[in-house]
């Protein structure tokens, strides 16, 4: 076991630290452990009580002088499987004993429990009041991550509801979702009127989006992360990304510079650039042998510094004769690191050194060192800038309604509840333009004191009662429906009506006596009739009509609504039996029965058969197979199938000639018709039975310009040209041509437009084909000041000549009027 202090690595006498005999000594130390150790004139170490650890001996495989390497504190935790707290102290790689910190726990839940991070959720009811939620059942995501179902308990009030997560009491239809939406509510507790004139106060619900927080006029709005929290998340230490940040806003950010002079950006990550062994050897004063130190990136390294060429390699790593150093070694000696240098080289003799040059934005100091100046603004508006080696300047700020992006300055908009004001709405959302020519849409916040937004305007309104409610609408009873003063529907009762008065259309009004009741009064059994009600209301009722039961069928109502049966005639009585002909029997319509002799006669080919005319009987001739047969009064059809000749089994055209069903068979023009052909050849059937081959259907027409009229499955079809073809064949690349479709029509076809992104504003169509002029300084130099009011001068900095190429332009110190102020012409 070897004791370690401090500071007792470092031999102050002879510079190097590596021995080989144990127990030796030279000067003021002694060998331990491979190592010179100080003794402090004595052969035993001196001891430092501020810095002592218990050090074992190294291990047998280590090679004499060989410095060991300890794990890193977070190496440490990770072998003990400790995540946060102070573990038991334990030996490291290199045998010290050692108690690493292993940090603290992530955010404000998480809390370190036998070393390991522990979340500790909120309460089911912290959650229900963080969600402003007062009843009912509720899945949410607590600080830990993880989802609950949370229950919010239930509603105690008379007639109370849960209406989404809040205690209501039930007004018509409306839910508290309708009721947030009319007041302009994403998000928390609002206070309002609801249709029944009642003030509620409901819960419009959280937030759903990533990083969306509830602000004071119940909107949901995203808080995105700065732009260095953006760089620490994607773990970028250097240089420029892009990411997209909680918002879901692609952002291109400058992660900045290394600090490091010998550090390098690679891939976001600063790493250091290792020197070279000739370099490390020189720092280290090192002409030979093997010498064990840390390098420029703090790296151990054992380096054989090579043999001497004059003379033997020394203890301290020199040479017994001098041999000179290269230039390499030269410069680390003497810490330059560029330009020229004049000096005394290790063996005395004045050098004269070409040092190298600097890179990652460092420029060669006074003293031959890397110095890193700060950036220059040229170009820059605003802001702060970095460059490679981490320097920064402060390049200044922006006018009044400016903000700095991207190191330029734009245009600030009015905040939400500026541009409220400015459109004289003080509730519900609004889209408008703002300062910045944008157009936006923005929540001008609820109303309070009981008034609610006016629906389908912005301004506070505070909604009538239902007595004004009603009077407004001259509504004396009934249910009422309709707007209020504040542009919301309501639906409420206006009372009712005294005495014989009824309701109708909201208005009382006097209920006069019923039909019957005014039939009864007037002596009228039957009929209608025109008399004055109580109510003095001339009306015409109706007082039924005569009974015709008991045989009574022509009982009638007389002039004088009384009920009078007159007897049937002759040709009644024959036609209330259904009878045309011989002799029937019947009432008379007033409850007594009437014999009539004759009910009328039969016609040619009729016989009377139950007082009714029938038919003499037909018959076909059995030569007859199909047609019809007829007399004076009937027909009937011949053969066995109802008159029709048998057309199955392709006979089509079997038809009835003279009773006789005869087949012609059908021509060429018919079966190309029947089968729907206008072109080429088919086989049909012949219409009796047999099949038959048509050779030519006819051809289709290619004159007038239908060139791609083909025949295709026995019909002529013309498939027109597309615009691709059309517009390649004439080499048009934008605008429209016109041509032959090949299908006798002559059209417009359009060519495309010329693509002007990407900075191609200027590339326009000439002669269906696209070409780009840049835009002149001047022409730039005048869109620069008709863009923001006024007559451009100065450096405008880098601008798009229209045609995708950027170019720094310069506008001229000179104005026509006033004088040259951020780039405009002022008075």
């Known amino acids: ?41 004595n052969t035993t170490p001196v001891i430092d009580d501020m810095d002592m650890t218990f050090v074992d001996m190294p291990d047998e495989g280590m090679m004499p002088g060989e410095m060991c390497v300890p794990e890193t504190n977070a190496e440490l935790c990770a072998s003990a499987g400790a995540e946060c707290g102070m573990p038991p102290s334990m030996l490291d790689s290199c045998g010290v004993r050692r108690t690493p910190d ?114 004071p006029n119940n909107v949901c709005f995203c808080d995105p992360e700065s732009d260095q929290e953006l760089c620490a998340d994607v773990g970028a230490q250097c240089g420029e990304i892009t990411t997209t940040d909680i918002c879901g806003t692609e952002r291109m950010l400058n992660c900045g510079g290394c600090a490091g002079a010998d550090d390098i950006c690679n891939n976001n990550q600063c790493e250091c650039v290792p020197e070279t062994d000739e370099t490390f050897c020189g720092r280290n004063n090192a002409q030979c042998g ?46 330059k690191t560029c330009g020229d240098v004049t000096g005394m080289d290790n063996c005395g003799d004045s050098r004269t ?106 301004v506070c309104c505070t909604s009538e009662d239902n007595t004004a409610f009603c009077a407004a609408a001259n509504a004396e009873c009934g249910n009422l429906s309709g707007t209020d003063n504040c542009g919301y529907t309501r639906s409420i009762s206006c009372g009712g009506c005294s005495g014989n008065d009824v309701c109708n259309n909201n208005q009382c009004e006097c209920v006069g006596e019923t039909e019957q009741q005014l039939c009864l009064m007037n002596g009228a059994n039957c009929g209608s009739i025109t008399v004055q009600d109580r109510c003095n209301a001339m009306r015409t009722v109706d007082c039924g009509t005569c009974p015709t039961n008991n045989g009574r069928d022509n009982n009638a109502c007389s002039n004088g609504n009384q009920c009078v049966c007159m007897p049937f005639t002759d040709q009644e009585v024959c036609t209330n039996a259904g009878a045309t002909c011989g002799s029937v029997t ?172 990407g900075g191609n504003d200027n590339n326009t169509c000439t002669n269906n084909m696209c070409s780009c002029t840049p835009s002149t300084n001047q022409e730039i130099c005048e869109a620069y000041g008709t863009a923001n009011g006024g007559e451009a001068c100065g450096n405008i900095g880098m601008q798009s000549d229209g045609c995708g190429n950027m170019g720094n332009v310069n506008c001229g110190n000179s104005c026509t009027a006033g004088v040259c102020t951020n780039n405009i012409c002022t008075l």
Not at 115 to 125: H, L
Not at 126 to 146: F, K, P
Not at 298 to 311: Q, V
């Open 1 to 41: 076991m070897l004791l370690s202090f401090g500071c007792t690595y470092q031999s102050s006498t002879f510079g190097d630290l590596q021995c080989e005999n144990e127990g030796e000594t030279r000067g003021d130390e002694v060998c331990r452990g491979g190592v010179w150790v100080a003794t402090g004139g």
């Open 102 to 215: 292993c940090g603290t726990c992530a955010g404000d839940d998480n809390m370190c429990v036998d070393n390991k991070c522990s979340c500790v959720g909120e309460s089911d009811q912290d959650l229900c009041m963080m969600a402003q939620a007062t009843c009912g059942e509720l899945v949410v995501m607590d600080s830990c991550g993880v989802e609950r179902t949370l229950d919010c308990g239930t509603c105690m009030g008379a007639d109370e509801e849960c209406d989404n997560n809040a205690c209501l009491v039930p007004c018509g239809d409306e839910t508290s979702a309708e009721l947030c939406s009319g007041a302009g509510a994403q998000c928390g507790s609002i206070s309002l009127v609801n249709s029944c004139g009642d003030q509620v106060t409901i819960n419009c619900g959280m937030c759903q989006g990533d990083g969306e927080q509830c602000a």
């Open 290 to 335: 093997t010498i064990v130190a840390n390098d420029n990136c703090g790296i151990s390294r054992s380096i054989n510094c090579g043999g001497c060429n004059n003379g033997i390699c020394q203890n301290d790593n020199t040479c017994s004769v001098c041999q000179p150093e290269t230039n390499n070694q030269f410069c680390a000696r003497l810490g």
């Open 353 to 458: 050194t070409s040092c190298g040059s600097c890179n990652n934005d460092r420029v060669c100091g006074g003293n031959n060192t890397c110095e890193c100046p700060a950036p220059s603004c040229n170009n820059v508006e605003c802001g702060t800038v970095t460059n490679a080696c981490n320097s920064t300047s402060d390049c200044g700020g922006c006018g009044n309604n400016e903000v700095c992006q991207s190191n330029q300055c734009v245009c600030a908009p009015e905040t939400d509840a500026e541009l409220c004001t400015a459109n004289a709405s003080t509730c519900g959302s609004i889209t408008v333009q703002d300062r910045c020519g944008a157009t936006r849409t923005v929540n001008c916040g609820t109303c309070s004191g009981g008034q609610v937004c006016e629906s389908g305007g912005n």
């Open 586 to 757: 019947g009432s008379d319509g007033c409850g007594g029965m009437k014999t009539v002799a004759d009910c009328g006669s039969c016609g040619t080919d009729e016989s009377c058969v139950n007082n009714a005319c029938e038919c003499d009987a037909l018959t076909c001739d059995p030569s007859f197979d199909c047609g019809m047969v007829s007399n004076a009064c009937n027909s009937i059809a011949c053969g066995t199938n109802n008159g029709m000749c048998d057309t199955s089994g392709g006979n089509d055209n079997n038809t009835c000639m003279g009773n006789v069903c005869m087949c012609t068979p059908f021509d060429d023009a018919e079966i190309c018709a029947n089968a729907g052909a206008t072109c080429g050849s088919v086989t049909g059937s012949d219409g009796c039975g047999g099949m038959k081959m048509v050779a030519d259907c006819g051809v289709c027409d290619t004159s007038g310009g239908n060139d791609n009229n083909t025949c295709v499955n026995n019909t002529c079809s013309c498939t027109p040209f597309d615009a691709t073809k059309i517009c390649g064949d004439a080499s048009a690349d934008c605008d429209t041509i016109t041509a032959s479709d090949g299908c006798g029509m002559m059209v417009a076809f359009d060519c495309g437009t010329c693509d002007t992104s």
